[in-house]
């Protein structure tokens, strides 16, 4: 089946700067990749996705590049605000499941 | 809008017990899903519907049972619950008849089995 493998798995930025978090995936028939923000005591909730037949996607101060080549995808955030403090996830989709990596817990120090 | 509906928020059963999570949604989505969410793992699937009457396994559902006799409603029932499951559990549901489009996820069961 699919593995997908997330980096960093914590991650500190001064507030104001970027955060960039990266995945893996290891089946090339995947076509969907979705980023998931999890805050505390709630459940995961989408903030960007990523279909296999573009590049790259921006929203506001997000981003998210995918190179099939390489079967990698990653998140960008700019400009970080405290609120952005959370879990982050990737997943992949294949035939319809999604399989998702680890999370990163990101931090942002005011 | 409620969207995805879990109850209950927390349990605590022993060793052996038997319990249903309940999941519904409101936005007439035809795939939905559990799944549980353990340090460091992730959240890894259970088993999934992409519609009444249709259930599938996911990559861990030993221990489990599911089954959607509405569009709304998706239990999960633990048979004989075990240390093991203790977890938090997530439902999610997503339109169309897969996870290929926005997932909504509920709050989360967190189950603690001693």
């Known amino acids: 089946g699919e593995n997908v493998e997330q980096h960093p798995s914590t991650l500190s930025v001064q507030e104001g700067d970027s955060a960039v978090i990266k995945c893996t995936y290891s089946?090339?028939?995947?076509?969907?990749f979705p980023w998931y923000k999890q805050e505390l005591g709630k459940g995961p909730q989408l903030i960007i996705d990523i279909r296999s037949n573009v590049g790259e996607k921006k929203d506001q101060r997000i981003a998210v590049t995918l190179n099939k080549t390489a079967k990698h995808f990653s998140l960008h955030i700019t400009e970080t605000q405290p609120e952005d403090s959370a879990v982050y996830f990737c997943a992949a989709s294949i035939r319809g499941k999604l399989t998702f990596g680890t999370g990163t817990r990101l931090t942002i120090i005011p | 809008n409620a969207g995805v509906t879990q109850t209950p928020k927390f349990q605590v059963l022993k060793t052996g017990q038997s319990m249903t999570l309940q999941c519904a949604q409101d936005m007439n989505h035809e795939y939905m899903s559990w799944y549980r969410q353990d340090p460091g793992m992730g959240l890894r699937l259970i088993h999934y519907?992409?519609?009444?009457?249709?259930?599938d396994q996911g990559e861990v559902p030993n221990g489990y049972n599911v089954s959607r006799s509405t569009t709304e409603d998706f239990p999960l029932r633990l048979l004989s619950a075990a240390p093991s499951q203790t977890s938090v559990y997530f439902c999610a549901s997503s339109s169309g008849g897969s996870m290929n489009t926005e997932a909504f996820f509920g709050q989360g069961t967190r189950l603690t089995v001693v």
């Open positions: 519907s992409v519609g009444a009457g249709i259930t």
């Open positions: 089946d090339s028939a995947s076509n969907y």
